[in-house]
């Protein structure tokens, strides 16, 4: 049998992995910038994650719904307490896309309205509903297509409140990346959030932040959307929350009511994710790590800014983009065939950095060397062809 071919592969197979370390099959070190995808929230093989994993392995790892999963309570009052919104419930899923599937469902339920209103550049996931509010139609088979969904331009507070003024009682939702991640890091501007906030409360709608990739400390707050001032009526999460375990949640405000029967998943909230994410919460509070990312970050992008070469560095925390000049377009493969940094991208010139929260400052210093050094490479291999 063959995989089915839909990832475009570096030629890489990573057997080992350790804080923001990586080592391939032949032993080669590689400096992990990428994080997996903004995975990686306390760093690989975590001695704390990698216990707590084991001990709850040993005692039961899943058991169903439909009996009391202590654990989950244990998890919701830490979420509770690091993020902020202990009055909030919480929903346990296994993705990132479940967990907007979810969110844009119970929206609808809970308003009895359709539309949903997405932005451009947007990534939700690839399940009927999020891929339907995510703006990239290559992704969007047809069966998906549905009218329930509009995008507006992302930052842009007239074509809002327009949008607002003609639809706003049909809306159910408005689901929004503070950080957009996929998009290529674009940061949501504070008023356009807020007014989000109001527009949402005015009109009956409820405000969904999509934290998959820019929450759980990563922007240097717990949620991104935390940096305007507002809350969202549901907050959803992933990626950094299982620190590679697959693990997904969505955190619903307190006025919208739950009916038994109303959402459901096998999976979602196994005792052994569970146990993942309650170590992934221990590690981030006990190390600090939000304020970290928050310090690390400004560190780097203040680095970033002052080297030549490349443009338009932008991003919060340790969620940080550049952009690449054409003459340099293939930075990102020289980084990791030559240098062996993983980094990540964005079509169709940005790079994107989302690293552990925990990467050490001499990392970051190895990194910025490193990248100097490349461009400087690039550039002179350039003129000595001219
Ligand atoms: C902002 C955002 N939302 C949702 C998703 C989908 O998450 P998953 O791949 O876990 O379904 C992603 C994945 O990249 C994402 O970046």
């Known amino acids: 049998m063959t995989l089915f071919d839909v990832y475009p592969l570096n030629d890489v197979t990573i057997t080992k992995a350790q804080g923001s ?11 992990d910038l990428y ?38 309570q244990e998890l919701a009052d830490k979420l509770g307490k690091l993020s902020g919104k202990d009055e909030y419930q919480l929903f346990l899923v296994n993705s990132g896309a479940e967990a907007n599937e979810n969110a844009l469902k119970l929206a609808s339920f809970h308003t009895g309205k359709k ?6 550049k ?13 703006d990239n139609k290559n992704i969007v088979a047809p069966v998906n297509e549905t009218s329930n969904i509009d995008f507006l331009p992302f930052n842009d507070e007239a074509a809002l409140k327009g949008y607002f003024q003609t639809n ?36 009956d709608a409820l405000f969904v932040a999509d934290e998959v990739q ?29 620190n590679g375990f697959p693990i997904g949640g969505i955190l619903i405000a307190p006025y919208i009511k739950a009916k038994h029967g109303m959402l459901g998943t096998t999976f979602g909230g196994n005792h052994l994710a569970c146990a993942a994410a309650l170590a992934v919460l221990e590690v981030i509070e006990k190390d600090n790590l939000i304020e970290m990312s928050k310090q690390r970050g400004m560190y780097l992008i203040n680095k970033l800014k002052s080297i030549d070469g490349i443009e338009n560095v932008r991003g919060k925390g340790l969620m940080i983009g550049f952009n690449v000049p054409e003459d340099i377009k293939d930075l990102r493969k020289k980084l990791l065939n030559d240098y062996f940094i993983f980094t990540g991208e964005a079509k169709p010139n940005v790079i994107r950095l989302l690293p552990a929260l925990n990467i050490t400052r001499k990392q970051v210093d190895e990194f910025l060397d490193t990248l100097s050094e490349a461009i400087e490479e690039m550039k002179s291999v350039e003129v000595n062809a001219e």
């Open 214 to 242: 820019c929450g759980y400390g990563r922007s240097g707050k717990f949620f991104a959307l935390d940096h305007a001032g507002v809350n969202a009526d549901i907050y959803t999460m992933a990626k950094g929350m299982g």
């Open 21 to 31: 370390y990586l080592w391939d099959e032949n032993g080669v070190q590689y400096l």
């Open 35 to 72: 994080g997996g995808h903004a995975v990686i929230s306390i760093g690989h093989t975590n001695e704390h994650w990698v216990k707590r994993i084991e001990d709850q392995l040993n005692k039961i790892a899943f058991y169903s719904n439909s009996v009391r999963i202590p654990i989950q």
């Open 168 to 203: 706003g009682n049909k809306v159910a939702a408005v689901i929004v990346e503070a950080i957009q991640g996929v998009g290529g890091i674009n940061v949501a501007s504070e008023n356009f959030l807020k007014l989000i906030r109001n527009l949402c409360d005015a009109n």
């Open 122 to 134: 947007a990534f939700h996931g690839r399940t009927s509903l999020a891929v339907a509010a995510t």
């Open 115 to 120: 539309k949903i209103v997405a932005f451009n």
